[in-house]
Nanobody, 122 residues
Framework: QVQLVESGGGLVQPGGSLRLSCVAS????????MGWYRQAPGKQRELVAT???????NYADSVKGRFTISRDNAKNTVYLQMNSLKPEDTAVYYC????????????????WGQGTQVTVSS
C-alpha cells in the first residue's frame, strides 16, 4: 500500500509564490514519473507539470517559466515551486506518482494525492 500526502497550499496574493510538496510512503520499490495536476471550479482536471525518473520535465504552456517541478528520490517527494502566481492559477492541485510496489514481482501503479487548495487573490 502507498500513500501520498500533499502540503503547501494556501492563500497568496497575485505575484506571490508557493511551494507544494507531495510525499509518498509505503511499499515503494522504485519511483517512476511524477506530476502535478490541477482542477479549477467548473473545469476539468488538467496537467500542470511532469518529471520523469531521468528528471526530464514538461510543463503546461500556461505555467511555463513560472512553475518548476523537482523531485527528491531519497525522500520520495515531488515538489512544485510556483512563482508569479495569477488568479487563474486558483485550483485544487493534485500530485500523481507512478511507481513500482515492492513484492516478489514488482507491480507498476499510479497513485493520486488528496489535493491541496491554492487560492490566488487580492
Amino acid at each position: 500500500q502507498v500513500q501520498l500526502v500533499e502540503s503547501g497550499g494556501g492563500l497568496v496574493q497575485p505575484g506571490g509564490s508557493l511551494r507544494l510538496s507531495c510525499v509518498a510512503s509505503g511499499s515503494i520499490f522504485r519511483l517512476n514519473d511524477m506530476g502535478w495536476y490541477r482542477q479549477a471550479p467548473g473545469k476539468q482536471r488538467e496537467l500542470v507539470a511532469t518529471i520523469t525518473s531521468e528528471s526530464y520535465t514538461n510543463y503546461a504552456d500556461s505555467v511555463k517559466g513560472r512553475f518548476t517541478i523537482s523531485r527528491d528520490n531519497a525522500k520520495n517527494t515531488v515538489y512544485l515551486q510556483m512563482n508569479s502566481l495569477k488568479p487563474e492559477d486558483t485550483a485544487v492541485y493534485y500530485c500523481k506518482v507512478d511507481l513500482y510496489i515492492m513484492g516478489w514481482s514488482p507491480t507498476r501503479k499510479a497513485y493520486w494525492g488528496q489535493g491541496t487548495q491554492v487560492t490566488v487573490s487580492s
